[in-house]
């Protein structure tokens, strides 16, 4: 059975930090790359950053510099570092693999105060 369950967000300044996680069932993670991606209401979901299995990650532009994507491969989670938050980072974040599967969790809301 597929399930993703992320957890982390929260309100935080604008400046702040919010370390977010993922937990995936083994069945998806193993040998996956796996993405954080971000919704707001009225947009399409958006992919944030990535990482293949053995590390390697990608970040979007709009991220870049101030997002770190991790994973532990052996508890099965993917981590984002969010660092120096500004209000357009808000939204509520979703990890999947990349390309994306249909199950998705339930999120994790990230607020920003400006």
């Known amino acids: 059975q597929v399930q993703l369950v992320e957890s982390g967000g929260g309100l935080v300044q604008a400046g702040g930090s919010l370390r977010l996680s993922c937990a995936a069932s083994r069945n998806i993670f193993r040998f996956n790359v796996m993405g954080w991606y971000r919704q707001v209401p009225g947009k399409q979901r958006e992919l944030v950053a990535t990482?293949?299995?053995?590390?390697?990650?990608n970040y979007a532009d709009s991220v870049k510099g101030r997002v770190t994507i991790s994973r532990d491969n052996a508890k099965n989670m993917v981590f984002l570092q969010m660092n120096s938050l500004k209000p357009d980072d808000a939204g509520v974040y979703y990890c999947?693999?990349?390309?994306?599967?249909?199950?998705w969790g339930q999120g994790t809301q990230v607020t920003v105060s400006s």
């Open positions: 999947n693999t990349q390309p994306v599967l249909p199950t």
């Open positions: 990482i293949t299995f053995g590390g390697n990650t």
